[in-house]
């Protein structure tokens, strides 16, 4: 259960420190694509946008407050998912293309399965289309695919991503390579079935090690890594590095009363959406 609640309050917590980073630099931060040229005030959708997502964040530690809160958070992530599938679209065959878009179905995925388990914790209505058993396979495999495409990235910018990994550490590519071999073994676990709860929690740790061992460190190197090029890049991405962490840590939640080996077939919860 503790699992459930650390992944929600470290949700919040990312989603908040988001919204602060936009109201702080005036705009939707380096994680998001640039804002359309073609809506007006700009300013207006800016901070109205980082206040209610500020508010919305804060809101997932309230009982009263949590289940609005995701559903808000949803919306926001929605819009972010699609704006990201634009470059995909573009560029079917780049790994960076597809990786951005899986940056962003991260949280989306993981704020949805929070909502469910949300429903179910506080006794809401019924299960629904997107709250139901069959939903949460969806939205697991989703989130498979997804790490699926952080470990390809891994592989396809092996260089880039050797550099980011600590210098106290030895054969900095190989753990390139082997970290990458771990996210796609999480995301086909998933995918396939194959002891899913473990795989979330090890992509959990993962990703939750990733942020402490090489985005906080960046604050204090000297000089600072070229691949942390600002202040607002820096905390972008560590705070997007910890919402990521935070949805796996969701996904393991969901799947604590699932056998520990094979994932059962896909649940067929038509009889409860017909009462």
């Not at 800016?46 to 508010?55: K, N, P, R």
């Not at 991260?106 to 949805?112: A, D, K, Q, S, T």
């Not at 090890?202 to 000297?222: D, Y």
């Not at 202040?231 to 520990?260: G, M």
Request: charged residues 10%; positive net charge; aromatic residues 14%.
């Amino acid at each position: 259960m503790w699992i459930s609640g650390f992944g929600q309050a470290l949700f919040g917590i990312a989603v908040a420190g988001l919204a602060i980073l936009s109201l702080v630099f005036g705009n939707f931060a380096p994680i998001a694509e640039p804002f359309p040229a073609s809506l007006p005030w700009p300013e207006v959708w800016v901070y109205g946008s980082g206040a209610i997502l500020l508010a919305a964040g804060a809101g997932l530690f309230f009982a009263r407050t949590a289940l609005v809160s995701a559903l808000i958070i949803g919306v926001y992530a929605s819009a972010w998912t699609v704006t990201r599938a634009g470059p995909v679209l573009l560029k079917p065959l780049s790994i960076g293309s597809w990786y951005g878009f899986c940056e962003a179905m991260g949280p989306l995925v993981g704020v949805w399965i929070l909502y469910a388990l949300l429903r179910r914790q506080y006794n809401a209505p019924a299960v629904t289309v997107m709250t139901g058993d069959r939903a949460l396979h969806v939205a697991r495999v989703l989130f498979g695919a997804a790490c699926v495409v952080y470990g390809a990235a891994h592989f396809a910018y092996a260089a880039y991503t050797a550099k980011m990994v600590p210098a106290w550490l030895p054969g900095r590519t190989g753990l390139a390579y082997l970290t990458g071999a771990a996210h796609a073994a999480a995301g086909f676990g998933l995918l396939l079935g194959i002891l899913p709860r473990l795989a979330a929690t090890m992509e959990a740790i993962m990703l939750s090690l990733f942020g402490v061992l090489v985005w906080l460190p960046s604050f204090f190197a000297q000089p600072a890594p070229g691949w942390a090029p600002s202040t607002q890049v820096q905390w972008s991405e560590t705070l997007l590095t910890f919402l990521l962490a935070a949805s796996a840590w969701i996904v393991a939640a969901s799947l604590r009363r699932s056998p520990r080996g094979f994932a059962p077939t896909v649940p067929d919860d038509s009889a409860t959406l017909a009462r």
